[in-house]
């Protein structure tokens, strides 16, 4: 079973607005990473928040992180076209693993 | 990208036959893996490397291996390729166990 598991599957909003993305997972953790995968192309890594850190900024990102509650949050602020793309979490669980969830799709509507 | 070459880009084969995707990176990043990425399982780990001649299996490894002889090059062989094994290979790369990782573009392989 996945380790991470995203919420929601797919977000369509207008341009300008906010778009937040959920992450859960099940496991001991040792950061939570988000990626960003545009349509046909690989991924690319957009943040990472390490498992003693509760929330990091970079641009318009935002992303926090509960672990009491295993799961993290993405934050997108006033959300342009260039956004839409699949967006996907993945957790560290040590020995070299780097687990990813199943990804929120994200459309923005001009 | 960190240097992340997949080859082929495409590529379409019959069902029995022995399939290698080769990637190859620029970089002497230690840690490289591969994954494969089906609609409604996102990314799962296929097998992953830590080194020369150091690899080991992920969550979905039945039917497939790989090799690593030089930094530079790893390679996933599909020793009898299924339908089941239709799907879009990624390559990615990482400097530090724990850190963020590079990806390549991708190979899409369909087994008819």
């Known amino acids: 079973s996945q380790q991470g598991e995203e919420d929601p599957q797919a977000l369509s909003i207008q341009e300008g607005e906010n778009a937040t993305m959920n992450c859960s997972y099940k496991?001991?953790?040792?950061?939570l990473q988000w990626y960003r995968q545009n349509s046909g192309r690989g991924l690319v890594h957009l943040i990472l928040?390490?498992?003693?850190?509760r929330e990091k900024h970079s641009g318009r990102l935002r992303v926090t992180l509960d672990t009491s509650k295993k799961s993290s949050s993405l934050l997108i602020t006033a959300s342009r076209a260039a956004d839409t793309a699949s967006y996907f979490c993945?957790?560290?669980?040590?020995?070299?693993?780097?687990?990813f969830g199943q990804g929120t799709r994200l459309t923005i509507n001009p | 990208d960190a240097g992340i070459t997949q080859s082929p880009r495409h590529k379409v084969t019959e069902t029995g036959t022995p399939v290698t995707l080769r990637c190859h990176q620029t970089?002497?990043?230690?840690?490289m893996y591969w994954y494969r990425q089906d609609p409604g399982h996102g990314l799962r780990l296929i097998h992953y490397?830590?080194?020369?001649?150091?690899?080991d299996k992920g969550e979905v490894s039945d039917g497939y291996s790989v090799s690593r002889s030089k930094t530079e090059d790893f390679l996933l062989t599909l020793e009898s390729a299924t339908s089941s094994q239709t799907s879009v290979y990624f390559c990615?790369?990482?400097?530090?166990?724990?850190?963020?990782?590079?990806f390549g573009q991708g190979t899409r392989l369909t087994v008819v």
């Open positions: 993945a957790t560290d669980v040590g020995a070299q693993k780097l687990v």
């Open positions: 928040i390490r498992s003693n850190e």
């Open positions: 990615a790369n990482q400097p530090s166990t724990g850190g963020l990782a590079f």
């Open positions: 496991t001991s953790i040792n950061n």
């Open positions: 490397s830590y080194g020369v001649k150091d690899t």
């Open positions: 970089e002497n990043h230690r840690y």
